[in-house]
């Protein structure tokens, strides 16, 4: 199943509104003004080179049409992620003895290694980075824990039980 232009279906947006924090959707913006800037210089590219003749064998023309292509799918992806996306500001959380959306969590696992996490909306997730999704089956497990909770995080290996050491939140401006 595709649409109008050729995308897959998988491509396609859930419906509904989605966490974000700030700085995620600064980011997010950012990107998609930087795609809208790019598709401008392309679009002149992909006009000098249709002035050039034929078309068929024209390889700047073949290639900013593919790049155009796959810039109009980036910003159709990041429009429709930031009309849908719910900003949460985690420093605004009023109960910071808890985990929730935007919460730096420390915690312990069962090997007694101690690891740090924020957890942030699916775009913003980065594992190098300590960012993971809300929807990850560790943010999950963590929901709503407190400091010496434990809790049991579903994973391909198993179940594995980390301990909640810690809770941090952004300060509040």
């Known amino acids: 199943m595709t ?3 050729g995308d897959a ?3 396609r947006l859930p419906r509904g509104k989605f966490y974000m924090t700030p700085a995620g959707e600064v980011a997010m913006q950012a990107e998609f003004e930087a795609m809208k800037a790019e598709r ?3 679009v002149e590219i992909v006009s000098w080179a249709a002035g050039n003749g034929d078309r068929s064998e ?3 023309y073949k290639e900013g049409k593919r790049r155009l292509r796959e810039i109009d799918r980036r910003l159709r992806y990041l429009g429709q992620r930031l009309d849908q996306a719910e900003v949460v500001d985690p420093a605004a959380q009023p109960q910071r003895d808890r985990v929730f959306f935007g919460a730096t969590v420390t915690y312990l696992t069962e090997r007694d290694e101690e690891r740090t996490v924020t957890i942030v909306g699916v775009d913003e997730a980065d594992m190098a980075a300590g960012k993971i999704s809300i929807g990850s089956p560790m943010a999950l497990a963590m929901l709503r824990a407190q400091v010496g ?3 049991t995080v579903r994973t391909p290996a198993g179940p594995s039980s980390v301990e909640i050491t810690a ?3 952004p300060e509040r401006n």
């Open 3 to 5: 649409d109008d232009d």
């Open 167 to 169: 809770i941090h939140y």
């Open 149 to 151: 909770d434990e809790v």
């Open 9 to 11: 279906a998988a491509t």
């Open 40 to 42: 401008h210089r392309v």
């Open 58 to 60: 024209n390889a700047d």
